[in-house]
């Protein structure tokens, strides 16, 4: 008997928000990498000081493509310009459904004229496999699950990301000298003790930096170097529980609702997915409720993608975001909570606290946007979170509340905000990124 589909799932519950309304559902952990080295708050403010190492081999699913029609799939299939696309390059992903919603992001690399990789959450992936088999390209994808989902085994790839202010002192005592200068997002060749692997300028720290990918096989090798390298500049490892916790101060939301859950021509695409399937499993929670699963939906525009979209070429999707990009109504903000109001809630000595949930953000008691990636920050003292607001209520400075709690869902408790469960925070809106270098120099010149 087959597995059941995503479609069978929201037959069954009624509707997509009622099969994803979970409500305290678990954060997000990442597998196999220790959840602490030195303490969570302590790494949380070691990559403001010196260089940090974070093993991101395990937490991401990997698609590998390849094939002479693998370009002319990814063009048809998302809003990157490939025409610029240089090898070595990566591209935040951008695919995006006929209503120009956002399937979910990734970051795609380009390893030769007719390969990629794309790598992050399989919501991507899964759009570029499905359109790639109904469509008849030549192209072949083989996906490497996270090790969460592998079921035994090592990755594919290994991935180091080395941040922080002093991160290019030691890449330069590592190789012998500092690295070719690399513009942001892409890459060059390295190796050392006979390794070879990439090194790509990327991070999400907030700081120049690199990630070094390359043959699992060759990964302790690699740590081992930059481990013992390493310790003149106290170099600190970064655990499962402060890298999930990075992407805040970078402004990077990691795992929008995929906006596929009910147009009539994806139909055959929710039959195609899995109930089991990233998209049918990522759970919905909070104090935003709302029957309409398109009211959880965002646009690439809404995400800060809108330099990295492309019309010179036709892909699904292209005439909504031709007609949305004028209308965007919502912006992405930071919003920095209240210390005083944390501690009320939290207490003194607030602990680790990490949601992905959907909290209502409310001005003058009215909806004013929606949280999508809280967290607390203990060297700023309080929460931060990546937020959407209406556009009238995002300049710095602005006062909004939050309304921190959970609801049971559609059909079994309040939808407007008003329990008595939830508690109020008030918020400062800020900048995202709210992190002043990655805001303003992260993405410029080279390294």
């Not at 995503?6 to 309304?21: C, N, R, T, Y």
């Not at 992405?332 to 003194?348: H, I, P, S």
């Not at 300049?395 to 407007?416: D, I, Q, R």
Request: net charge neutral.
């Amino acid at each position: 008997m087959a597995p059941p589909s995503l479609h069978d799932g929201i037959e069954k519950a009624g509707s997509p928000v009622k099969l994803l309304w979970r409500p305290n559902a678990a954060p997000f952990k990442v597998p196999v990498v220790p959840e602490e080295f030195v303490g969570w708050r302590e790494e949380q403010g070691a990559w403001r000081l010196g260089p940090t190492l974070s093993d991101l081999s395990h937490h991401m699913s990997d698609t590998f493509i390849e094939g002479p029609d693998s370009t002319r799939l990814l063009q048809a299939v998302s809003a990157n310009d490939y025409d610029n696309f240089a090898v070595g390059q990566a591209k935040q992903f951008i695919p995006v459904t006929r209503n120009g919603d956002i399937v979910t992001d990734g970051i795609l690399l380009r390893e030769e004229l007719n390969k990629y990789t794309l790598s992050g959450v399989p919501a991507a992936q899964n759009w570029v496999k499905y359109h790639g088999e109904k469509g008849g390209y030549d192209v072949r994808c083989t996906t490497d699950p996270d090790s969460g989902f592998r079921g035994g085994g090592n990755p594919v790839l290994f991935r180091y990301q080395l941040q922080g202010p002093r991160a290019l002192e030691l890449v330069e005592r590592v190789f012998g000298g500092p690295l070719p200068k690399t513009r942001f997002f892409h890459s060059t060749p390295a190796s050392l003790g006979g390794r070879s692997f990439r090194a790509l300028r990327h991070g999400m720290l907030g700081q120049a930096g690199y990630e070094f990918i390359g043959a699992y096989d060759d990964g302790e090798f690699v740590k081992d170097a930059l481990l013992k390298a390493g310790k003149e500049f106290g170099l600190v490892s970064i655990g499962g529980l402060a890298y999930a916790t990075n992407g805040i101060e970078s402004g990077w939301i990691p795992t929008p609702t995929p906006g596929i859950y009910v147009a009539p021509e994806l139909a055959e695409y929710r039959r195609w997915l899995s109930l089991y399937s990233f998209e049918g499993q990522k759970p919905l929670h909070g104090t935003f409720v709302s029957e309409n699963i398109e009211d959880y939906y965002v646009s690439p525009y809404e995400l800060a993608y809108g330099k990295s979209i492309s019309f010179n070429h036709d892909f699904i999707g292209r005439e909504a975001l031709e007609k949305a990009r004028d209308k965007v109504k919502r912006t992405k903000v930071t919003l920095v909570f209240n210390a005083a109001d944390v501690r009320d809630v939290f207490g003194a000595n607030p602990g680790y606290t990490l949601s992905y949930a959907r909290y209502r953000v409310e001005a003058g008691s009215k909806l004013a946007g929606v949280t999508f990636y809280c967290a607390y920050i203990h060297p700023e003292g309080t929460i931060l979170g990546l937020a959407l607001v209406a556009s009238q209520h995002a300049a710095p400075g602005t006062e909004v509340e939050v309304l921190w709690g959970e609801n049971p869902g559609p059909g079994a408790g309040s939808t407007a905000g008003t329990s008595t469960d939830y508690r109020r925070i008030r918020a400062t809106v800020q900048p995202a990124p709210y992190n002043e270098f990655a805001r303003t120099q992260y993405r410029t010149g080279s390294v």
